[in-house]
């Protein structure tokens, strides 16, 4: 298992610059996941290490080795593509077994090895078969087989999970997390779905058009994103944005908009004290409020539309023009049409920069 | 009429005049052919003139040596062209599936020799292969070589070289047709599998290529087995029988020894081998929709 150094790695295609140059080390035996919204070059990211795509600038290093003029089969990956990628010609066997069968191992060791990931993935019984008589689930295993067998150094992951339907996302998402424990490997998974993201990662680099956004554990980007587009895309359901202005009153912060008047926490004054523009954007999560107004500070929403979900209900309310999402415990129910007050935990709330998006 | 009949019949009614074209364009001659082949048929004969002689034409090519010669120049000129196209075709495919610069006009260049007429093509390898002033024989006494007696001795040969150059293409554009639908990331896969170039082209590229590349196989034999022009305008059967391909036959006992009940007769030979192949063509492509169905209705069961 190598340490993997992306080296300001850039790729165009044509005059299209897909990724400027990124800087990116995936730790040995660490399970990343790469995610951000179509297009952000995650995709690409993952086809360059997999050598299945040229890069235009930079290096990649496996253990300080390059190898950006390696062919893929010389790079020890096995991967996982999206629509599955298997061989329609071949069974599931032969699918599961290619690699090692080019790679002329042994009969025995090859029919032990597709044995057993076949009984670990529940698709021992339908080794016979041929991929278009599987179903979507059925196909998904045997793609995810056929990299297992392999016991390459680093296994790559391109958005595995989204041709199936949400229950079997859930489960297969399920049985990754269990996978991912016993297998000390590494691993790089692409995904534009941040709850994949979250469950899976042992590290999230989030990306937007080529550039890392940043990059930590779950916990990290969740408690501590570092600008606007983090903190939304980061969480479910995502983080209320309104637009306010930084004022002074009564020695202390606060920040005012249409709607509300909220004073800022106290460890934040000194760092916002300084901020030149007092333009900001307030973050407040969906989690942030209770329903009991004297905890935190108050603030009137006018509830639209309230969305039952077993313990905890979605309130789709209004805060002036904007749109607010609140989410509380199902069992104080605030009937659809009401306004409330409702209490902001001010320690949760994050203060964006308006032009800029970063946090402050 | 009752209306519930009316409509039943309506369908019918309104394919009847496309039905009764196709009657009389392509039933009627086949018609008269089959019943002319059982006939004694001279060509200042009209057909009802003629005298009946039962299955006389088809027995008495049966002992023809000649047909039988015809039969088999047909045979080996079909499967040797055939082959041989198959192989270049597909390989040519394999080699120019890339997108380097430049590459679709060579791909349209080609695939010139199919635009030509067959006519034209015949001529011109004549000319060709004309034993004084033709390209092949000048560039060989050139380098100090001796000619070649190209339309000659080596007749057959000749008129397989010209047939391979203006029908190779026609594989070599279906073949590359197939080989640029097939899924990409199942050949990305195998890249990531370890597969090498040749690995790939073996183990993943001509398997999934291979029902296009069976169908185009048969296509070009049924095409083969039915040369004409090019064989007539090149060396007319000769020298001897041996370039006298069936469709060569066929004409020339038609209106040169103006047996037109033995020419329908030796149509109706040829027939029965192009259903055959047209038969198992169509039989290869309902295996291949029966096997989808199945393999389907396999995996609904377990979804």
Redesign the interface.
């Known amino acids: 298992m190598p340490e993997i150094v992306f080296d300001k790695v850039e790729k165009s295609f044509g005059s299209v610059k897909v990724l400027p140059p990124i800087d990116l080390t995936l730790a040995d035996g660490e399970f990343t996941v790469l995610v951000g919204p179509s297009g952000c070059g995650k995709s690409t990211t993952l086809r360059i290490l997999a050598g299945l795509e040229s890069l235009s600038g930079g290096e990649i290093y496996f253990d300080g080795t390059p190898i950006s003029r390696l062919e893929p089969k010389e790079r020890d990956i096995a991967m996982v593509f999206q629509d599955y990628a298997l061989y329609p010609h071949m069974n599931i066997a032969q699918n599961m077994s290619f690699a090692l069968r080019l790679a002329k191992a042994p009969k025995a060791e090859i029919d032990e090895k597709v044995q057993r990931v076949g009984k670990m993935l529940g698709i021992a019984h339908l080794l016979n078969r041929k991929p278009a008589e599987l179903s979507g689930g059925q196909r998904q295993r045997v793609a995810m087989g056929r990299a297992l067998v392999r016991d390459a150094g680093t296994f790559l992951f391109d958005e595995p999970l989204s041709n199936l339907d949400a229950k079997l996302r859930g489960k297969m998402r399920t049985e990754l997390a269990e996978m991912r424990d016993s297998i000390d490997k590494n691993m790089v998974y692409v995904t534009h779905d941040q709850v994949e993201a979250m469950t899976l990662g042992d590290r999230i680099v989030v990306m937007k058009d080529g550039i890392i956004q940043q990059q930590g554990t779950p916990e990290e980007l969740f408690k501590s994103p570092v600008n606007q587009f983090v903190a939304g895309f980061i969480g479910s359901p995502p983080m209320n944005f309104l637009e306010g202005e930084l004022i002074e009153e009564k020695g202390k912060l606060w920040i005012r908009g249409e709607g509300f008047l909220v004073p800022i926490a106290k460890d934040a004054q000194s760092r916002l004290q300084d901020a030149s523009d007092r333009k900001v954007i307030a973050g407040i999560r969906p989690s942030s409020f209770t329903t009991d107004p004297t905890i935190g500070a108050p603030i009137d929403l006018q509830v639209i539309v309230s969305e039952y979900l077993g313990a905890l209900s979605v309130l789709a309310t209004k805060c002036g023009e904007n749109e607010v999402l609140v989410e509380v415990p199902s069992a104080s129910p605030i009937p659809s049409g009401a306004a409330h007050t409702f209490g902001i935990n001010t320690e949760d709330l994050m203060i964006f920069d308006r032009a800029s998006g970063v946090r402050l | 009429m009752k209306t519930a009949t009316l409509n039943r019949l309506t369908p019918y009614i309104f394919m009847a005049p496309a039905a009764l074209i196709m009657i009389i364009a392509l039933l009627y001659p086949l018609g008269y052919m089959i019943y002319g082949s059982f006939r004694a048929w001279d060509p200042s004969q009209t057909l009802s003139e003629t005298e009946f002689v039962g299955l006389k034409n088809y027995i008495s090519l049966l002992n023809d040596p000649n047909f039988h010669e015809s039969l088999a120049v047909t045979l080996k000129f079909a499967f040797v062209v055939v082959s041989i196209e198959m192989v270049l075709g597909v390989g040519l495919a394999l080699l120019l599936d890339r997108n380097i610069r430049g590459m679709s006009i060579l791909r349209t260049l080609f695939i010139l020799p199919m635009m030509i007429a067959p006519v034209v093509v015949g001529l011109m390898w004549r000319y060709m292969y004309h034993p004084t002033v033709g390209t092949f024989n000048r560039f060989l006494k050139s380098i100090g070589l001796d000619g070649v007696d190209w339309l000659g001795q080596h007749a057959l040969m000749s008129v397989i070289i010209a047939d391979i150059w203006q029908w190779t293409p026609f594989i070599f554009i279906l073949s590359l047709a197939a080989l640029q639908s097939l ?1 990409s ?2 050949l ?8 090498t170039g040749w ?1 790939q082209i073996w ?2 590229k001509l ?2 290529m ?1 029902p296009v590349l069976i169908v185009t196989c048969l296509l070009r034999l049924i095409d083969a087995f039915k040369v004409l022009e090019v064989i007539l305008v090149m060396t007319e059967g000769g020298p001897g029988l041996s370039t006298e391909i069936l469709a060569l036959r066929i004409s020339r006992t038609a209106t040169e020894f103006r047996e037109l009940g033995t020419a329908a007769a030796m149509s109706n030979y040829l027939l029965i081998l192009l259903m055959l192949l047209t038969a198992s063509m169509f039989a290869y492509t309902k295996f291949q929709e029966a096997r ?1 169905a199945r ?2 209705a ?3 069961e ?2």
């Open positions: 899924p990331s199942a990305e896969a195998s890249r990531i599998d370890g597969a690995q183990h993943i398997p999934l291979m989808a393999l389907a396999h995996a609904k377990d979804d």
